[in-house]
Nanobody, 115 residues
Framework: QVQLAESGGGLVQPGGSLRISCAAS????????MRWYRQAPGKQRDLVAAITPGAEAVYADSVKGRFTISRDDAMSTVYLQMNRLKPEDTAVYYC?????????WGQGTQVTVSS
């Protein structure tokens, strides 16, 4: 059974930093592209960042230079380091991967950027 479990969300002031994590099980983690999406209230769910098995990363324009995605294959965990956070980064952040032709999502972790 594939499971993705996000953690590390919370409340942070504008300009602050936060790191969120996603622990995966039930997949051969080192072979999977891992993605972070986010969804703000009333908006669609958008791709934030993705990382390949070779650790190549891509980012949405809105987070380039501020967010860094990384992976630890030994721990089957993907991270999203978020720096210089802005109020518009407020959203529920979801981990996602595809395995054996199916798409899997975590339950999400809330990130709120507010003073």
């Amino acid at each position: 059974q594939v499971q993705l479990a996000e953690s590390g969300g919370g409340l942070v002031q504008p300009g602050g930093s936060l790191r969120i994590s996603c622990a995966a099980s039930g997949i051969v983690f080192r072979r999977n592209i891992m993605r972070w999406y986010r969804q703000a209230p009333g908006k669609q769910r958008d791709l934030v960042a993705a990382i390949t098995p070779g650790a190549e990363a891509v980012y949405a324009d809105s987070v380039k230079g501020r967010f860094t995605i990384s992976r630890d294959d030994a721990m089957s965990t993907v991270y999203l380091q978020m720096n210089r956070l802005k109020p518009e980064d407020t959203a529920v952040y979801y981990c996602q991967t595809r395995f054996e032709l199916r798409t899997y999502w975590g339950q999400g972790t809330q990130v709120t950027v507010s003073s």
